[in-house]
T-cell receptor, first 112, second 110 residues
Framework: DGGITQSPKYLFRKEGQNVTLSCEQN?????MYWYRQDPGQGLRLIYY???????QKGDIAEGYSVSREKKESFPLTVTSAQKNPTAFYLC???????????FGPGTRLTVL | QKEVEQNSGPLSVPEGAIASLNCTYS??????FFWYRQYSGKSPELIMF????GDKEDGRFTAQLNKASQYVSLLIRDSQPSDSATYLC??????????FGSGTRLQVQP
């Protein structure tokens, strides 16, 4: 099955801890994205990567970090510097030259 | 001013009616426009996209784009209760990442 997988589905973090959210795709897509969604809100762009070993900050990058060492993988680390990390995190990917972005199932992060 | 604006709703329509969802955007350089459907607790799924002025039809869905007015809409014909969801408008301003509106919640009454 081709698709985008995110893990874990639910994640609980204590204040002051860093956590890493996984995103993997086997669609051979070139570009990958991380968005954050708060209740009743749209999606806001955290980071995106058009090719391996390159990524750009989105609109709300502070307190987050990413890496893109492999085409299939784009993990997101939520650091302790992110003051309000409780949210629904969505990973997406897109084929180079294509228009459509497709989303993974999401990770719901809660800070205790 | 928000970059992509949508009425939050809820928009309530009876089953079988046409639902009309609207979206305005501020960046005149915007190139592509997308409609996603999101069920509660789930990730968004792409319904359709449009990049040329005019209408684009796909089954019961029609996207309409007017770049001069910076307006994009989605019409859903023969609305079904299963269409009840939040509809997100998204815009690609050229950086190949999307800017989303906050969504319109649609309720289709049986």
């Amino acid at each position: 099955d081709g698709g985008i997988t995110q893990s874990p589905k639910y994640l609980f973090r204590k204040e002051g801890q860093n956590v890493t959210l996984s995103c993997e795709q086997n669609l051979n897509h070139d570009a990958m994205y991380w968005y954050r969604q708060d209740p009743g809100q749209g999606l806001r762009l955290i980071y995106y990567s058009q090719i391996v070993n390159d990524f750009q900050k989105g609109d709300i990058a502070e307190g987050y970090s990413v890496s893109r060492e492999k085409k299939e993988s784009f993990p997101l680390t939520v650091t302790s510097a992110q003051k309000n990390p409780t949210a629904f995190y969505l990973c997406a990917s897109r084929l180079a030259g294509g228009n459509e972005q497709f989303f993974g199932p999401g990770t719901r992060l809660t800070v205790l | 001013q928000k970059e992509v604006e949508q009425n939050s709703g809820p928009l309530s329509v009876p089953e079988g009616a046409i639902a009309s969802l609207n979206c305005t955007y501020s960046d005149r350089g915007s190139q592509s426009f997308f409609w996603y459907r999101q069920y509660s607790g789930k990730s968004p799924e792409l319904i359709m996209f449009i990049y040329s002025n005019g209408d684009k039809e796909d089954g019961r869905f029609t996207a309409q784009l007017n770049k001069a007015s910076q307006y994009v809409s989605l019409l859903i014909r023969d609305s079904q209760p299963s269409d009840s969801a939040t509809y997100l408008c998204a815009v690609d301003t050229g950086r190949r990442a999307l800017t989303f509106g906050s969504g319109t919640r649609l309720q289709v009454q049986p």
